[in-house]
């Protein structure tokens, strides 16, 4: 177990000499003699080096992408470029301040005006707000625009939302919040959304369809343009969760093949900080009917430069953010676009498709896969086999993988698959790392049969060791078990 920072102190030693002064005014008569300590502050005395050696050591017991292969699937853990964190930081971005006159923010307008352009033109859409703060603001703002579209054609009785099994948890707690009711459709054998049942479930309280596309199972949803029929027959509107837009860009614009409304997010797709709770940024682009509804302002531009634009107030759902979303991240997806340029967007899906298969086919003789089909971005494989012959389930498995010093999968997810381990290698990543991580799939499938008692006490190498996952729920406060 670690040293904390206190075990680290030795008397008499310091970080930094500061030149004592004495106070113009007295703490007592500043703050009164009541509310100073009694006694000194008891604090570590430790040199500069010992204080950075100790915070080093503690992130690395962290894992991040830098540390290692970030297999997450449909959360795209991917490499952030260095080269956008040091021009964000530039104070051309950092001074600026949103209450500044128009005139004084024309450069960062003028970003913000082609960002939006730029997603416009990779989605196929007329136009997007950068407002939303997170995909799932991106979604709350997507299902809120088609309320105020079914509002104002006086449409009141279309009350429910089509959501396939394989969704995304936030899209029917998105509904829900809007008020919508959520009508789940099961998906076909082939992991997909099915035509036939759809059908029965559509009619005219019918508001709109939510789908992922490519779907959770990484596969690509090929009769959207079906779907869309079926849906704007009853004037109903389709969107799509665009979490998984790391496998389309400049292969399919969305926008062109039946959705109506779609989010981004750009802590996935286009290379900006990604989770610890934020930063995130989730633009939402629709289509010409929808414009009127987006949130306001816009960024636009005329003769005289550019400028926020409140023209849609009567009928837009309004603010969703403060100001205009996060700037810093929004700067960061810019960088990434403009030096990527639109063949480079299309070589990282590309790269995307082209390294899950290659791990899909490296895993395949060792795990169970239920879609065996070329898969696009990502793939679901799972533990059903090492449950069946070996009692060894798939959180035992993903334990495993942290003595390998790997990140698990996403486990558990999609929710219609069985013991499920979903993986995105991302385009980042050479084979070398895809062999590296594979190998420890492989050598995990190999001690499940041999050596099975150890994966139930894995993780055996990590600072904490297995929690108890039903008190961790039912006690805020949980008692870890830390050894050495």
Known sequence: MSKTIFEYSTRGRMGVTLPKRELEIPLEDMFGAEQLRANPIRLPEVSELDVMRHYIMLSHKNHFIEKGLYPLGSCTMKYNPKLHESLVRHTCFANLHPYQHEDTLQGALELLYELQQDLAEISGMAQVTLQPVAGAQGEFAGIKIIAAYHHAKGNNHKTKIIIPDSAHGTNPATCHLVGFEV??????????????????LVDENTAG???????????????IEEIAEIMHSVDALVYMDG????????????GKIGFDVMHFNLHKTF?????????GCGPVGVVEKLVPYLPVPMIAKNDSGYYLDYSNQ????????????????????????????????????????????????????YYHIQHEEYCMHEFVMDGTKQKKEQGISTLDIAKRLLDKGYHAPTIYFPLIIPEAMMVEPTETESI??????????????????????????????????????????????????IQD
Do not use: W
Request: charged share 20%; hydrophobic share 40%.
């Open 183 to 200: 009508v789940e459709l099961k998906s076909n054998p082939d992991g997909r959304c099915d035509i036939n049942t759809l059908r029965g």
């Open 209 to 223: 369809f939510m789908l992922t596309n490519p779907n959770t199972l990484g596969l690509f949803e090929n009769q």
């Open 243 to 254: 979490a998984n837009l790391n496998a389309l860009m400049g292969i399919v614009q969305p």
């Open 271 to 279: 290379s900006t900080p990604h989770g610890g709770g934020g930063p």
């Open 314 to 365: 009567v009928t837009s759902i309004g603010k969703v953010h403060t100001y205009y979303g996060n700037f810093a991240i929004q700067v960061r997806a810019y960088i990434y676009i403009k030096m990527l340029g639109a063949l480079g967007l299309r070589r990282v899906s590309e790269n995307a498709i082209l390294n899950a298969n290659y791990l899909m086919k490296l895993l395949k003789p």
């Open 432 to 481: 070398d790392s895809m062999n590296a991580f594979a190998e420890a799939m492989i050598e995990i499938a190999r001690e499940c049969k041999d050596t099975p008692d150890m994966l139930h006490e894995a993780p055996l190498c990590t600072p904490v060791r297995r929690v108890d996952d039903v008190r961790a729920v039912k006690v805020l406060d949980p008692i870890f078990q």
